[in-house]
């Protein structure tokens, strides 16, 4: 079955250190992995996304993910983390059907993982 | 401002009595999305758009409707509601149907079915 799995609930670091949010995903074919951001009582905030090319994605307020095939990760890090980072972080994967007919993709999204940068 | 809005954002209702949440879109995107949010299971697709006139099931399309007579428009109805359709719903667009763009997500309506 085709999945993503976000295996943190929460996440935390002090302001200042690196920070990780794990990502895995098992599709069929090619994946086009994406991150996206939701702060409190708003909508989902595209970050950053993987279609081809470099394995080191960059995206919107500094973050950065790591596509990884031989181990289906892409895991989203932050070099120096922000209090104002913290939200819920959600990754996401396309899954294609009728390709035949150049049909139809969808996002299947993770559980999210919620990240909280402690001053 | 490039936007996707929803209405209502909030919304309390009973059993049993139909209800629509509206979605527009000003981005002349092709392809529209449904989502509902729940603790613990993230956002699960309820149902989709290509483009006009063309709508397919998501994951959890049980209980709910679409339609899409025209491109910015993408409304979600439900005939009957039930407690269990209580959950927070998130319209959202993209430029194209091929997968490789970012979807643009509205607001959210918070559902609530008593």
């Known amino acids: 079955a085709q999945s993503v799995a976000q295996p943190e609930d929460q996440v935390n670091v002090a302001e200042g250190n690196p920070l990780t949010v794990k990502c895995t995903y098992s599709?069929?074919?090619?994946?086009?992995l994406f991150w996206y951001v939701q702060y409190p009582n708003r909508g989902l905030q595209f970050l950053l996304k993987?279609?081809?090319?470099?394995?080191l994605v960059k995206g919107s307020y500094g973050f950065e993910a790591e596509f990884n095939k031989s181990q289906t990760s892409f895991h989203l890090k932050k070099p120096s983390a922000l209090v104002s980072d913290s939200a819920l972080y959600f990754c996401?994967?396309?899954?294609?059907?009728?390709?035949?007919?150049?049909?139809?993709?969808?996002?299947?999204f993770g559980a999210g993982t919620r990240l909280a940068v402690h001053p | 401002e490039a936007q996707v809005t929803q209405n209502p954002r909030y919304l309390i209702t009973v059993t049993g009595k139909k209800l629509t949440v509206t979605c527009s879109q000003n981005?002349?995107?092709?392809?529209m999305s449904w989502y509902r949010q729940d603790p613990g299971l993230g956002l699960r697709q309820i149902y989709y758009?290509?483009?006009?006139?063309?709508?397919d099931k998501g994951d959890v399309p049980e209980g709910y409707k679409v339609s899409r007579k025209e491109k910015r428009n993408f409304p979600l109805i439900l005939e009957s509601p039930s407690p269990n359709q209580t959950s927070l719903y998130f319209c959202?667009?993209?430029?194209?149907?091929?997968?490789?763009?970012?979807?643009?997500f509205g607001p959210g309506t918070r559902l609530t079915v008593t």
């Open positions: 959202a667009s993209s430029l194209r149907s091929t997968g490789t763009n970012e979807q643009y």
């Open positions: 599709v069929s074919g090619n994946p086009y």
């Open positions: 993987y279609i081809t090319g470099d394995n």
């Open positions: 996401a994967v396309r899954v294609s059907q009728n390709a035949f007919s150049g049909g139809y993709n969808k996002l299947i």
């Open positions: 981005m002349n995107h092709e392809y």
């Open positions: 758009s290509m483009n006009v006139e063309v709508t």
